[in-house]
């Protein structure tokens, strides 16, 4: 992994880390309760702060702070 996601700097409650299925960084995924099979790049490494579900997303999981 060459840059955090910025789930984990925010220190989003639903995210679970980052997958690597054979063990490199080629097949690399940042998941979490919302994204299982890999979280959308524009929200993992972009500006979207996911306050609200994208409109492909198959539950309403949305970025929630320990505080929250």
Known sequence: ?????ECSKR?????????QPDGTEMTERVIC???LDGI?????YGDNLHLTPLP?????????????
């Not at 992994?1 to 996601?5: A, D, G, K």
């Not at 492909?56 to 929250?68: H, R, Y």
């Open 1 to 5: 992994m060459l840059l955090e996601p």
């Open 40 to 44: 959308p790049n524009e929200i993992s």
């Open 56 to 68: 492909e997303q198959e539950n309403d999981i949305v970025f929630e702070g320990p505080d929250d």
């Open 33 to 35: 309760k919302a994204f």
């Open 11 to 19: 220190d989003c409650i639903h995210f679970q880390g980052v997958d």
